[in-house]
């Protein structure tokens, strides 16, 4: 008996098929809750050129972000960079604020009260706020 040849048509409905079981095997591994993770990100230099120190932002942290994100967070050390107009490379020191939760209009409001206050406080031009949609499984 012979066999029937393989031609291009079995090889693009096969590779498809893959493609296609590949992309729902992500979506079926992780059973969670959806949340959000919240990422913001502080500069740490002033507009005159001097550094935000260290007690500094503890102090902005357990009296603000804290206040806010009572059930935790996670406090990282960052480096931030970017060319200027000038074309010359600028780099700041950053800290990376992450918080994972049910985002809610009124958690909403609260994220972007920190960032005024971290602005007005520091003289900061911006606060960047990351959002991103995530299932959770503790």
Same mark, same amino acid.
């Given at each position: 008996m012979?066999?029937?040849?393989i031609?291009?048509s079995?090889?693009?409905?096969f590779?498809?098929?893959?493609?296609?079981?590949s992309?729902?095997?992500?979506?079926?591994?992780?059973?969670g809750?959806?949340?959000?993770?919240?990422?913001? /990100?502080?500069?740490?230099?002033?507009?005159?050129?001097?550094?935000?120190?260290?007690?500094?932002f503890? &102090?902005? &942290?357990?009296?603000?972000?804290s206040?806010t994100?009572?059930?935790?967070?996670?406090?990282?050390?960052?480096?931030?960079?970017w060319?200027?107009?000038n074309?010359?490379?600028?780099?700041?020191?950053?800290?990376?604020?992450?918080?994972i939760?049910k985002?809610s &209009?009124?958690?909403?409001?609260?994220?972007?009260?920190?960032? &005024?206050? /971290?602005?007005? /406080?520091y003289?900061?031009?911006?606060?960047?706020?990351?959002?991103?949609?995530l299932?959770?499984?503790?």
């Open positions: 012979k066999t029937p040849p031609t291009l079995f090889w693009l409905r590779f498809f098929f893959l493609t296609l079981l992309s729902l095997g992500g979506c079926m591994t992780l059973k809750k959806k949340m959000t993770k919240t990422e913001l /990100y502080f500069g740490l230099t002033k507009p005159d050129g001097s550094n935000i120190d260290k007690s500094d503890q &102090a902005f &942290a357990d009296t603000v972000i206040k994100f009572t059930e935790g967070c996670t406090i990282l050390d960052g480096q931030g960079q060319l200027g107009f074309g010359k490379l600028i780099t700041e020191p950053s800290k990376i604020v992450i918080v939760s985002l &209009a009124q958690r909403s409001r609260d994220i972007e009260q920190i960032r &005024a206050k /971290y602005k007005k /406080y003289q900061q031009e911006s606060v960047m706020r990351v959002d991103e949609l299932k959770v499984n503790f």
